[in-house]
Every structure is written in structure tokens, then in C-alpha cells.
């Protein structure tokens, strides 16, 4: 049984620390940057019955699902995430949820134990999405669901076009590579274009490093690191600045994430 309270049960590793340490510092500002993440989450949510034990896997700052349930006052949510400040930060406004701080990839959760799993916009983040699958798979119970939205190759293109580089993402075909047929049957699986618009350049690049992730330069007038954006003078930046404005439109500066919405079932 997992107290009421944050239930850390081992160190991250290296490469989850230092995205948990990102999200962590995100936190008390993430709801002023997370646009795509509340377009995702409505998308996903229309279509997701929460029953039992529901598993939020990079919960963040929580999701209410008790407008889901239809009524079941039963559900029992457990929300995990590699992020501790952001586990605090939902601790405030769901107090009642199980929170437990670890990896999707190593669950810290008995077998066959969860109806439903959740997960909106975090498992791009793992460095073994096979591995996160597998898992499901094992706390899973039989006939079981899990919805899921991942951020999906061909994501952020106009950052590419600005000379800037985002984290590479894998394709539908292959997140859907990893679920094994004998084991899953899938309900849906679609890519779902989803496009937020900014009015400059720095609120685009600031969402991003406002919901912990990071952006990366491929020109050496730019340097960058897990936090922020830097040029090496104003001149660099105006014309980075003017580049942007070619890609306006009338709703302002697009940004278009490429989402896998992949909802299967546990055979």
C-alpha cells in the first residue's frame, strides 16, 4: 500500500534526473505555458473512461478525472512522475490522489493491479519507450486500457525552420511497434496534427522551456542549454527575431506538434 504522501522509491537515473530536475523547476509556472498540453488533454479525455485504479504517468500538475468518471466515485488515481516539484504542485489541488515520484520504465507497482492507464504528452520523454510498454503490460489487469498522446516525428518543424533543433521524436509506426499483437489490441491509433500561435518569438521559445523542455541551436550564433535559449548579441537575435515573422499568421506565430493518440486494450 503507498501512503498518502510523495512515495519516492529509488534514484532516476542520470538522463531522467536531469529532465525531472527541467519539469521540477517548470512547475509553478507550467500552467502559464502549457497550451498544447490542455489542447492534448481534451482530445484524449473525450474518449477515456476512468474505472478502479487509474495510473496517470506524468501526471504533472494532475488532471481531474472525477468529470470522466460518470459518476464512479470509486476511482483511485495514482499519478506518477519523475518530477517532484511537479508531484508537489498537484498534491495541492488533489490532495486525495496516491503520488509516487519514479520512472514510466520501472514502476514501482504490483502485477495486474491497474484498470486504466493515462498519459498525456510525457512518454516522449523516455529513453526506452519499449521498456515503458512492457511495464504497462505487467500492472495492467486483463482487458485494461491505456490512453495515450506522445508527442510524434515531424513535431516543431517551424523551429527547423528557424535553425533551431527540438529533441527528436519517434514515429507513430514506430511507438506502435512496441506493443506486442498477442498482447494488445488497438482501439485507435492516429496522428493528430495540433498547432498553438504566439504573438512574438519569445513566448514561442518561452513555452517550451515553461513546461520543462528544451530547445537547441544548429547555428553557431546561437547556444543553447537544458534551460534557455541564448544568442550572442542583439544583431543575432533581431534576425531571428525577423525570421519569425515570415511564418506569422493572422492567430500569430504558429508552432505545430505532431500527437500520437494511441488508445489499446490489454488481451
Same mark, same amino acid.
Given at each position: 500500500?503507498?501512503?498518502?504522501?510523495?512515495?519516492?522509491?529509488?534514484?532516476?537515473?542520470?538522463?531522467? $534526473?536531469?529532465?525531472?530536475?527541467?519539469?521540477?523547476?517548470?512547475?509553478?509556472?507550467?500552467?502559464?505555458?502549457?497550451?498544447?498540453?490542455? +489542447?492534448?488533454?481534451?482530445?484524449?479525455?473525450?474518449?477515456?473512461?476512468?474505472?478502479?485504479?487509474?495510473?496517470?504517468?506524468?501526471?504533472?500538475?494532475?488532471?481531474?478525472?472525477?468529470?470522466?468518471?460518470?459518476? %464512479?466515485?470509486?476511482?483511485?488515481?495514482?499519478?506518477?512522475?519523475?518530477?517532484?516539484? +511537479?508531484?508537489?504542485? @498537484?498534491?495541492?489541488?488533489?490532495?486525495?490522489?496516491?503520488?509516487?515520484?519514479?520512472?514510466? %520504465?520501472?514502476?514501482?507497482?504490483? /502485477?495486474?493491479?491497474?484498470?486504466?492507464?493515462?498519459?498525456?504528452?510525457?512518454?516522449?520523454?523516455?529513453?526506452?519507450?519499449?521498456?515503458?510498454?512492457?511495464?504497462?503490460?505487467?500492472?495492467?489487469?486483463?482487458? #485494461?486500457?491505456?490512453?495515450?498522446?506522445?508527442?510524434? $516525428?515531424?513535431?516543431?518543424?517551424?523551429?527547423? &525552420?528557424? /535553425? @533551431?533543433?527540438?529533441? #527528436?521524436? @519517434?514515429?507513430?509506426?514506430?511507438? *506502435?511497434?512496441?506493443?506486442?499483437?498477442?498482447?494488445?489490441?488497438?482501439? %485507435?491509433?492516429?496522428?493528430?496534427? +495540433? &498547432?498553438?500561435?504566439?504573438?512574438?518569438?519569445? $513566448?514561442?521559445?518561452?513555452?517550451? *522551456?515553461?513546461?520543462?523542455?528544451?530547445?537547441?541551436?544548429?547555428?553557431?550564433?546561437?547556444?543553447?542549454? &537544458?534551460?534557455?535559449?541564448?544568442?550572442?548579441?542583439?544583431?543575432?537575435?533581431?534576425? @531571428?527575431?525577423?525570421?519569425?515573422?515570415?511564418?506569422?499568421?493572422?492567430? /500569430?506565430?504558429?508552432?505545430?506538434?505532431?500527437?500520437?493518440?494511441?488508445?489499446?486494450?490489454?488481451?
Amino acid at each position: 500500500m503507498i501512503p498518502n504522501q510523495i512515495y519516492c522509491p529509488k534514484m532516476l537515473a542520470p538522463a531522467s $534526473d536531469e529532465i525531472a530536475e527541467r519539469f521540477s523547476a517548470a512547475a509553478d509556472h507550467y500552467h502559464e505555458h502549457n497550451s498544447v498540453q490542455r +489542447m492534448s488533454a481534451a482530445s484524449l479525455l473525450a474518449q477515456f473512461q476512468p474505472r478502479g485504479c487509474v495510473l496517470d504517468i506524468g501526471a504533472g500538475p494532475g488532471t481531474a478525472f472525477s468529470t470522466q468518471s460518470n459518476g %464512479e466515485k470509486d476511482i483511485k488515481v495514482f499519478a506518477l512522475d519523475i518530477a517532484l516539484g +511537479m508531484l508537489q504542485k @498537484l498534491k495541492q489541488s488533489f490532495p486525495r490522489y496516491q503520488v509516487i515520484c519514479a520512472d514510466a %520504465e520501472q514502476l514501482p507497482l504490483l /502485477g495486474h493491479s491497474i484498470d486504466s492507464i493515462y498519459s498525456n504528452l510525457a512518454l516522449q520523454w523516455c529513453g526506452n519507450f519499449p521498456a515503458a510498454i512492457a511495464e504497462f503490460e505487467r500492472v495492467l489487469k486483463v482487458g #485494461g486500457e491505456c490512453h495515450l498522446s506522445i508527442v510524434a $516525428d515531424g513535431s516543431l518543424a517551424q523551429l527547423s &525552420t528557424l /535553425g @533551431l533543433r527540438v529533441n #527528436g521524436f @519517434l514515429t507513430i509506426e514506430v511507438l *506502435k511497434a512496441a506493443f506486442c499483437h498477442s498482447k494488445w489490441q488497438f482501439i %485507435e491509433a492516429e496522428l493528430i496534427p +495540433m &498547432t498553438v500561435y504566439f504573438e512574438s518569438l519569445k $513566448d514561442l521559445l518561452y513555452s517550451i *522551456k515553461g513546461v520543462g523542455a528544451s530547445v537547441h541551436s544548429s547555428q553557431t550564433s546561437l547556444h543553447s542549454d &537544458t534551460q534557455q535559449v541564448q544568442l550572442r548579441g542583439r544583431k543575432d537575435w533581431q534576425a @531571428l527575431v525577423a525570421k519569425a515573422q515570415n511564418l506569422r499568421q493572422a492567430e /500569430g506565430i504558429p508552432l505545430t506538434y505532431q500527437i500520437a493518440q494511441l488508445r489499446v486494450r490489454r488481451l
